[in-house]
């Protein structure tokens, strides 16, 4: 390993981006090939895609929440409304994202560890409790496969409030091909079903929640697998456009459901290659709409877009630097014109964030609104060199990328072959050789890494005594409940799903009659011949 | 010398997956013999493994919280039904307190998420029990 000097006498050694791409030591206006000469609110939408940007609106800020049980998570929700939080974020807990109740014996120690466990109609009406389902965005972070279920809790406890669900705004996770490599193996979410329980949500959202975005391509959990910036356009653009296909399949028109697609980008620690991403993505996104599939309302080319924090960049040594971090990223985020932004903790690396992290990620947000002035002013590095040319370099290079997996096959195809995952680990292996071979630098880690220990930050932890109340909770709610309506609305949804009809209706129907979520998606299931309880030890109520 | 085999896998239902498998990777070019077992196994699969494969190294690796937990039940099936002294390492996101309790538990080292990976081959080099 090459041994450097940092003190006196240092200078820049790095010469290329975070994502590989060299980097001259200025640049002038022939360093711009492409002369794109739109505004902000033009076509291709390079500069963002309004006029007047935040001074038309600010971005949502969002704090992604979701621990132990709904009623501590709706707490935490109170907590950060009163602190001034515009839009909710909810994650929740692994069981939950493969389609689990928290009761099944074999996934106890993970009930509310990782987000908040939501088994049923009841928990979602206690987590939203007092929150205004028709003025507050909602943005529901859950895997395709239990999205259908998660939507259908949603729209059930706004319409038991008398809420039009006309006025439900917000978005759902809702990304199929997201599973494939993002740890959840085939068995558990598998890729047709999700394909067409999420197209379900878009008919259905189309059509019934019209200020709701029916599905946000994860952009970011590629990202966060060890891609680099140009393959996070690349393969989301590729996801979504397996997406868009299947919805004109099943009849729908893009400008129909088009305006209705939201991105879910990173921000990683390279400022201007970010804020060039981002810019490349709305022009790409816009062409893309246009010139491939035929858009004519210029909302289905104006590509919408959160942003979360680049969790992998934050580290567990000194960890207040990542608060640092997280700023510079969030500031990335903005000058890319983002809509909505989630920032991390900075105590992620070592737990579930706290209540007081959970605040400063959402000040780092404020701080950044308004304080520094930086959202004043629309696509404020808009005719930057360098940032103009490394606009242009990133659509370069998520075109080649984009152009190969389209020779391949499409996204499906080339997630069915291995070649998405060898491409997602053979990226991380070299971002990490690069951090092993100190070329790319992490203040803590592989330099200026401190020898003195730092205090231990206190911990969020889950407390069992709440895990074995939501389990409880459970429980109780299968013996009260009316067993013929369980049967009856579970009995109508496999038939539904056997008749290959939208189930969504048949969901919201199930979730009202208070079956789980493990009970709906084990029907559904079993009509596509699959073992009713993906961990084999339940047994079907049908049967 | 016999080149030294190392087991690594993930035990919960938890599917972050990019640390083990880049650190599989870099134990292989390292010159260890790695086996990664995957993810979301039951303590007894990664246990059977281990003997059958008659490995050097037993890693695990958590994201969720759920550490404490389940090295508890894969060091009960290690001290149980493996007759050779492993080495036995947990990485991941792991607050600085439960470092020490995983030790007192009987885990040879932690390595926390920014643990540089020339530290864990000099561990386990320095470290193993191989005879």
């Known amino acids: 390993m090459k041994e450097r000097r940092y ?39 390079t500069r963002g895609i309004y006029p007047n940007m935040y001074r038309g609106r600010l971005w949502t800020m969002r704090a992604v929440c979701g621990f132990g049980t709904p009623k501590e998570t709706n707490e935490r929700f109170k907590f950060l409304f009163k602190e001034g939080e515009t839009g909710l974020d909810v994650i929740f807990d692994i069981p939950t994202m493969t389609g689990i109740d928290a009761d099944h014996p074999d996934v106890r120690d993970e009930v509310g560890v990782q987000g908040t466990s939501l088994c049923s109609l009841p928990d979602m009406e206690e987590m939203m409790d007092g929150i205004p389902l028709d003025k507050v965005s909602s943005s529901l972070v859950i895997t395709s496969y239990a999205s259908p279920v998660i939507l259908a809790f949603y729209i059930a406890t706004a319409q038991k409030r008398g809420i039009d669900i006309r006025n439900l705004r917000g978005t759902i996770q809702n990304d199929p091909l997201h599973h494939r490599f993002c740890g959840y193996p085939e068995e558990f979410t598998p890729t047709e079903l999700c394909l067409k329980t999420a197209t379900d949500i878009i008919d259905f959202c189309t059509k019934n929640m019209p200020l709701f975005y029916p599905q946000n391509i994860n952009a970011y959990d590629l990202r966060e697998n060890g891609l680099n910036a140009a393959q996070e356009i690349a393969f989301s653009f590729a996801m979504a456009m397996a997406y868009i ?86 500031l990335a985020a903005v000058l890319g014109g983002v809509q909505s932004l989630h920032c991390c903790a900075y105590d992620e690396p070592l737990a579930l964030p706290t209540k007081e992290s959970a605040r400063i990620s959402l000040r780092t947000q404020q701080i950044l609104a308004y304080e520094t002035g930086v959202g004043r002013c629309a696509d404020p590095l808009g005719g930057s060199y360098y940032v103009e040319y490394l606009t242009d370099k990133l659509e370069e290079e998520a075109n080649k990328i984009l152009d190969e997996i389209m020779k391949r096959g499409g996204m499906v195809n080339t997630i069915k072959s291995g070649w998405v995952q060898g491409e997602i680990d053979r990226s991380a292996y070299q971002y990490q050789k690069e951090v092993m071979e100190r070329k790319k630098l992490i203040v803590g880690v592989n330099i200026f890494r401190s020898q003195e220990e730092t205090k231990p930050l206190p911990v969020h932890r889950i407390s069992k005594r709440k895990k074995m109340e939501q389990i409880r909770k459970i429980k109780d709610l299968r013996k009260k409940r009316l067993r013929k ?59 | 010398m016999k080149r030294i085999k190392i087991l690594l896998a993930k035990t919960s239902l938890d599917g972050h997956d990019r640390g083990i498998k880049v650190l599989s990777l870099a134990l292989r070019d390292a010159g260890f013999e790695v086996i990664y077992l995957g993810k979301m196994l039951k303590p007894e699969e990664v246990v059977k493994t281990a003997i059958d494969e008659d490995v050097d190294v037993i890693g695990l690796s958590f994201l969720s919280g759920e550490h404490i937990e389940h090295t508890r039940k894969v060091l009960r099936l290690i001290k149980k039904e493996v007759q ?48």
Request: with cysteine.
């Open chain 1, 485 to 543: 309506e369980v049967l009856d609305t579970l009995s109508a949804l496999k038939e539904a799903a056997k008749n290959d009809k939208n189930l969504i209706p048949y969901i919201v129907d199930c979730a009202k009659a208070y079956c789980t979520m493990g009970e709906i998606m084990g029907i559904i299931r079993e009509a596509y011949r699959m073992r009713y309880d993906p961990l084999g030890k339940l047994k079907s109520p049908l049967k």
């Open chain 1, 7 to 45: 003190g006196y006498f240092s200078k820049i050694e790095e010469d290329r981006t975070w994502s590989g791409y060299p980097v001259k030591v200025f640049y002038t206006n022939d360093d711009i090939r492409k002369k794109d000469k739109s505004l902000p609110g033009e076509f291709p939408y």
């Open chain 1, 245 to 330: 296909d299947a919805c004109l399949k099943r009849g729908l028109s893009i400008d129909e459901f088009g305006p209705r697609i939201a991105f879910y980008c990173s921000a990683h620690i390279d400022i201007f290659e970010e804020v060039a991403k981002l810019r490349a993505m709305r022009r790409m996104w816009a062409k893309l709409m246009k010139e491939k599939y035929g858009a004519r309302d210029e909302r289905t080319m104006r590509f919408k877009f959160g942003v979360h924090t680049a969790g992998c960049s934050l580290v567990p040594q000194e960890p207040l630097n990542n608060i640092i971090r997280v700023a510079y990223e969030a």
């Open chain 2, 84 to 131: 050779k002294d492993v080495l036995f390492l947990v990485g991941g996101v792991i607050p600085p307190q439960d470092i020490k309790k995983l030790k007192r538990m009987g885990v040879d080292e932690v390595f926390p998420a920014g643990s540089l990976i020339e530290e864990i081959i000099r561990f386990i080099s320095e470290n193993v029990k191989i005879k």
